[in-house]
T-cell receptor
Framework: DTEVTQTPKHLVMGMTNKKSLKCEQH?????MYWYKQKAKKPPELMFV???????INESVPSRFSPECPNSSLLNLHLHALQPEDSALYLC????????????FGPGTRLTVT | GENVEQHPSTLSVQEGDSAVIKCTYS??????FPWYKQELGKRPQLIID?????GEKKDQRIAVTLNKTAKHFSLHITETQPEDSAVYFC????????????FGGGTRVLVKP
C-alpha cells in the first residue's frame, strides 16, 4: 500500500460540535503531518509527529488536538471551531523526520457553520 | 524563518510550449527543494525534487534547476499537455530542521489546447 488515506472526505460541523479527522498510512513511515490549506493558498504546517511523539506544534489553537495512537494512524480532534477554520485538512507522511519526501493524503474538506 | 517566493502566480501557455516557474528562498541553510502539483480538488503530488549538492535534475518532460549562490530554483516543463494544467507549489526545507517544508504561494498553470 503506497497511499495515505483520509476520512471523512467532507465534514460539516457546527461551532459547538466535536468531531475527528482520521489519517492512515501503511508504508511504514514514522513521521506524520497535519496541514491546513485554504482556497488558492499553499499548505500550512500544523503538527508533526515523529515516532508517535509530537515534535512540532506550529502554535495551533487548542481547539485542534492531534493524536497519534500508533505508527500508522493520525487523528485530529476538533472542538469549538470557528467558521474561519473551514479549509482542506491534509495529512502527509514521510519515512521519518530526517527523510524529506512527503506524501499527501487526499484531504478532508471541512466546513464550520 | 524561511521565506519562499514564487512567480508567476498564473501562467497560461499553448499546448506544446514550455512553462517555467521560479522560486526564491531566504534561508541559506535550506538544502531540499521539492515541487508539488495539485490538480483541482486533489492532493498535492510530489513531482520532482532537488538537493543542494545538485544543480539540475530531469525526469522526462520536467526539470528543476538550482542556483544556491542566488538562492533560487526553477521548474521547467517542456512540451506541455492539457493534463499539466494544475497549481504548482515549490517548497524549501532547511538542513538540520528535519522535514519542515515552507511552501511558495503557488502558480496556476493553464495549458490551452
Amino acid at each position: 500500500d503506497t497511499e495515505v488515506t483520509q476520512t471523512p472526505k467532507h465534514l460539516v460541523m457546527g461551532m459547538t460540535n466535536k468531531k475527528s479527522l482520521k489519517c492512515e498510512q501503511h508504508m511504514g513511515h514514522r513521521a506524520m503531518y497535519w496541514y491546513k490549506q485554504k482556497a488558492k493558498k499553499p499548505p500550512e504546517l500544523m503538527f508533526v509527529y515523529s515516532y508517535e511523539k509530537l515534535s512540532i506544534n506550529e502554535s495551533v489553537p487548542s481547539r485542534f488536538s492531534p493524536e497519534c495512537p500508533n505508527s500508522s494512524l493520525l487523528n485530529l480532534h476538533l472542538h469549538a471551531l470557528q467558521p474561519e477554520d473551514s479549509a482542506l485538512y491534509l495529512c502527509a507522511s514521510s519515512q521519518d523526520f530526517r527523510v524529506y519526501e512527503q506524501y499527501f493524503g487526499p484531504g478532508t474538506r471541512l466546513t464550520v457553520t | 524563518g524561511e521565506n519562499v517566493e514564487q512567480h508567476p502566480s498564473t501562467l497560461s501557455v499553448q499546448e506544446g510550449d514550455s512553462a517555467v516557474i521560479k522560486c526564491t528562498y531566504s534561508d541559506s541553510a535550506s538544502n531540499y527543494f521539492p515541487w508539488y502539483k495539485q490538480e483541482l480538488g486533489k492532493r498535492p503530488q510530489l513531482i520532482i525534487d532537488i538537493r543542494s549538492n545538485v544543480g539540475e535534475k530531469k525526469d522526462q518532460r520536467i526539470a528543476v534547476t538550482l542556483n544556491k549562490t542566488a538562492k533560487h530554483f526553477s521548474l521547467h516543463i517542456t512540451e506541455t499537455q492539457p493534463e499539466d494544467s494544475a497549481v504548482y507549489f515549490c517548497a524549501a526545507a532547511p538542513n538540520g530542521a528535519g522535514n519542515k517544508l515552507t511552501f511558495g504561494g503557488g502558480t496556476r498553470v493553464l495549458v490551452k489546447p
